[in-house]
Nanobody
């Protein structure tokens, strides 16, 4: 099993920045992709950004140019730097980790609120 612990959420004004962190522990050897999803009230959970073990990144169109995902393999940690945040970025942000042929693991979620 993989355990994921997120941190860094909070309240920020529009135009501001936050950085989320997610540290993985447990059966991490076979993780090939990690990333962030978010879920706003009454909406489905959507992909925000992902990063593969080889460093390839992918972003939702709504965050391109504003958010940056990165990873530190030595710390088993990924980060999501969020800049120029907007009220529509308000959501619970979930970290996830994917291993081949195994259901992805999810963190507990961290609340991000952007005030206008």
């Amino acid at each position: 099993q993989v355990q994921l612990v997120e941190s860094g959420g909070g309240l920020v004004q529009a135009g501001g920045s936050l950085r989320l962190s997610c540290t993985a522990s447990g059966s991490i050897v076979r993780i090939n992709t990690m990333g962030w999803y978010r879920q706003a009230p009454g909406k489905q959970r959507d992909m925000v950004a992902t990063i593969t073990s080889g460093g390839t990144t992918n972003y939702a169109d709504s965050v391109k140019g504003r958010f940056t995902i990165s990873g530190d393999n030595a710390k088993n940690t990924i980060y999501l730097q969020m800049n120029n945040m907007q009220p529509e970025d308000t959501a619970v942000y979930y970290c996830y980790a994917k291993r081949p042929f195994i259901i992805p693991s999810w963190g507990q979620g961290t609340q991000v609120t952007v005030s206008s």
